[in-house]
Each structure stands twice: as structure tokens, then as C-alpha cells.
């Protein structure tokens, strides 16, 4: 699997939370991350791929809008 880098914006006191639990858990900032995105698709995607709960519509464009960026690169 080729990781990537990408940056984004955090709320300070929630990356000083984050931090706290990687030191207390003994995991890197990055691997918490990746299961916190993998955690949070999971519980909003159903089997079939399609998005489910209160912000379906929303999440689903963006990832239309990501899956063309994407295909642009």
C-alpha cells in the first residue's frame, strides 16, 4: 500500500487531545488518523458503497468531487 501526504486544519485543543492519546496509547499522530477516517467510513457507508445518515448528500458530493480531482491528476 503507497501512503500519501496530505495536510489539513485542526482546532489546536483538538490536536493537543490527539496528541495526549497517541503518547498515552504509544501510536504515531498519522496511524490514529488513519483508523479515526477508517472508523468514520465505516459507520457511514453501508455495504454497497452508498452513503447513509444525516449528511449522505453532502458526503457524497464531496467524494464525486474528489473521485474527478482525483481522475484529473
Do not use: P, Q, W
Amino acid at each position: 500500500m503507497t501512503l500519501r501526504v496530505i495536510t489539513f486544519k485542526v482546532e489546536e485543543d483538538l490536536l493537543t487531545k490527539l496528541d495526549l492519546y497517541c503518547v498515552n496509547n504509544r501510536k504515531l499522530r498519522s496511524e490514529v488518523i488513519r483508523e479515526a477516517i477508517e472508523l468514520y467510513l465505516m459507520r457511514n457507508y453501508n455495504n454497497h458503497g452508498k452513503v447513509y445518515g444525516k449528511n449522505a448528500k453532502v458526503v457524497e458530493e464531496n467524494l464525486r468531487n474528489m473521485s474527478t480531482i482525483m481522475g484529473e491528476l
